[in-house]
């Protein structure tokens, strides 16, 4: 059974860094794809930043220019680099882990991490 572990989460203030970790654990025989999302509360999860499983990344417009994804591939781990941070990236941060199917694209599959709190506050 796949599991995803997520940490690296906190408090920070504006204009600092956070990194985030998503380690998979378990069976799974390729390269992971992997999504990075965010959820504050009474609005809906949106995508932040993926990476397929052939390397492709792409990001929020919000974000861009200021987060980086990326993965290590023998550590089964994908990571978010978050840097200049603002109030407005306090969230719940989720990973998502990618439908196995598609090597160009990133597709959202069922199994989420946890939830890590980024707050984002001086």
């Known amino acids: 059974q796949v599991q995803l572990v997520e940490s690296g989460g906190g408090l920070v203030q504006p204009g600092g860094s956070l990194r985030l970790s998503c380690a998979a654990s378990?069976?799974?025989?390729?390269?992971?794809?992997m999504g990075w999302y965010r959820q504050t509360p009474g609005k809906q999860r949106e995508l932040v930043a993926s990476?397929?499983?052939?390397?492709?990344?792409n990001y929020a417009d919000s974000v861009k220019g200021r987060f980086t994804i990326s993965r290590d591939n023998a550590k089964n781990t994908v990571y978010l680099q978050m840097n200049s941070l603002k109030p407005e990236d306090t969230a719940l941060y989720y990973c998502?882990?990618?439908?196995?199917?598609?090597?160009?694209?990133?597709?959202?599959?069922?199994?989420w991490g946890q939830g890590i709190q980024v707050t984002v506050s001086s």
């Open positions: 378990g069976s799974f025989a390729s390269v992971v794809a």
């Open positions: 998502n882990l990618g439908r196995p199917y598609s090597v160009d694209d990133y597709l959202p599959g069922n199994l």
């Open positions: 990476i397929s499983r052939g390397g492709s990344t």
